[in-house]
């Protein structure tokens, strides 16, 4: 009798795994499928609106579809294991339109990472015993950071670039570029960090407590 109960468990939970594989294996096939459609339609609307692939690029949809599954990825506590930001640039060559859209894109991504960290700072500030003079400098530094945060990061490959050509006979460049998120947090940690020691003097715990993702 002991067999059979030890026999049956066992069948259980192999059909458990078993069904649980399929259902993420479904799962990952109706979110490429979603890609794909996606994909068809935005290349479509890209192309009537002039827009092209650089030289060498694989096709537009093709790229449009692989951002797409980037934009939708998530880490291992189903957050956004990406965060994303456009740009664009205009200029009489491609390359240097493609430097702009790179760096506004960069110092959007950066500004999205500045809240994020705030946030948490915030939230870690009104647990603290700073006083409001110290509060309000710390928030001053944490919403400046954005364009050190943007340096630290350093060249960005995009995700996907398009140009068209303009009718004053300049080009527009369109890129799209994807940062991990748990890596942006420990650069602009680290920015922050020495902004706060240098210009505040805060001891390496002061500064721990500040920016301590949970706080007790």
């Known amino acids: 009798m002991k067999k059979v109960y030890i026999l049956t468990v066992l069948a259980l939970f192999f059909a458990a795994v078993a069904f649980a594989q399929n259902t993420e ?37 093709k790229l449009l579809e692989d951002a797409w599954m980037k934009q939708m990825a998530t880490d291992d506590n189903g957050q956004p294991k990406y965060i994303t930001a456009d740009g664009n640039g205009v200029a009489e060559s491609k390359s240097v339109a493609e430097a702009q859209a790179i760096e506004f894109a960069k110092l959007q991504l950066a500004g999205t990472i500045e809240s994020n960290i705030a946030s948490s700072i915030n939230a870690n500030l009104a647990n603290s015993q700073e006083s409001t003079a110290d509060a309000t400098s710390i928030t001053e530094i944490v919403q400046s950071s954005k364009n050190i945060i943007a340096q630290q990061m350093g060249y960005i490959n995009p995700a996907f670039k398009l140009y068209r050509d303009l009718k004053d006979k300049k080009i527009e460049v369109q890129v799209r570029i994807f940062y991990e998120t748990s890596q942006s947090l420990l650069i602009a940690k680290k920015a922050i960090r020495k902004e706060l020691k240098e210009k505040l003097q805060k001891t390496d715990e002061q500064v721990d407590k500040l920016l301590l993702d949970n706080p007790k």
């Open 25 to 61: 294996k479904e799962q990952k096939n109706d979110l490429k499928e979603k890609a794909m459609k996606s994909a068809r339609q935005q290349a479509k609307a890209y192309a009537k609106d002039g827009w092209k692939t650089m030289p060498g690029s694989i096709p537009m949809d």
